[in-house]
T-cell receptor, first 114, second 116 residues
Framework: AQSVTQPDIHITVSEGASLELRCNYS??????LFWYVQSPGQGLQLLLKYFSGDTLVQGIKGFEAEFKRSQSSFNLRKPSVHWSDAAEYFC????????????FGDGTTLTVKP | GAVVSQHPSWVICKSGTSVKIECRSL??????MFWYRQFPKQSLMLMAT?????????EQGVEKDKFLINHASLTLSTLTVTSAHPEDSSFYICSASRQAGVGEQYFGPGTRLTVT
């Protein structure tokens, strides 16, 4: 069975600073990896995904993530954070042929200081 | 494209009553729909997977008789919480996928259920 660990429960960064949110996964085969963002009281929005190919994936809102098989990681990055980026971020790993049977990490809450 | 709606966005009901939550894919046909439950400050817990026209597959520990899921069409799935109790109060989120195999999920905005 697959699993996802997001080691940081809460991260605070200053507006304009760079951001990296960590995600480690466990899965026996090539994983399908996702990052989602959730604003308070809202559903999840897909930021980016990795299925295969280039290990550096570009997403929406200026986010990118890098798949590192050797480290079983899929960390999310943004070079300059905006106040509107404050939200909950979830990393997820999908299991092979079943699209949606993704396993989600516990999430990282991002606070942006002015 | 790929918009998923949920209705209602919030609902308050009395203990012992049933509540139905609708999940619709507005601009695409959803091969598969998923229902999640989310507790405050916690991650999403997959409750069940439903494919149009077939019975839902429930995750271990989820009571199928309590959480009735119907996927009547490629654009509509419903979750009915039967005989609701205060411990059923939660944020319920649905998602839809428009292809078999691995693909993106598109999430609805969620439904806040409070059982009094």
């Amino acid at each position: 069975a697959q699993s996802v660990t997001q080691p940081d429960i809460h991260i605070t960064v200053s507006e304009g600073a760079s951001l990296e949110l960590r995600c480690n996964y466990s899965y026996g085969a090539t994983p399908y990896l996702f990052w989602y963002v959730q604003s308070p009281g809202q559903g999840l929005q897909l930021l980016l995904k990795y299925f295969s190919g280039d290990t550096l994936v570009q997403g929406i809102k200026g986010f990118e993530a890098e798949f590192k098989r050797s480290q079983s990681s899929f960390n999310l990055r943004k070079p300059s954070v905006h106040w509107s980026d404050a939200a909950e971020y979830f990393c997820a790993v999908g299991a092979g042929t079943n699209a949606g049977k993704s396993t989600f990490g516990d999430g990282t809450t991002l606070t942006v200081k002015p | 494209g790929a918009v998923v709606s949920q209705h209602p966005s919030w609902v308050i009901c009395k203990s012992g009553t049933s509540v139905k939550i609708e999940c619709r894919s507005l601009d695409f046909q959803a091969t598969t729909m998923f229902w999640y439950r989310q507790f405050p400050k916690q991650s999403l817990m997959l409750m069940a997977t439903s494919n149009e026209g077939s019975k839902a597959t429930y995750e271990q520990g989820v009571e199928k008789d309590k959480f009735l899921i119907n996927h009547a069409s490629l654009t509509l799935s419903t979750l009915t919480v039967t005989s609701a109790h205060p411990e059923d109060s939660s944020f319920y989120i649905c998602s839809a996928s428009r292809q078999a195999g691995v693909g993106e999920q598109y999430f609805g905005p969620g439904t806040r259920l409070t059982v009094t």
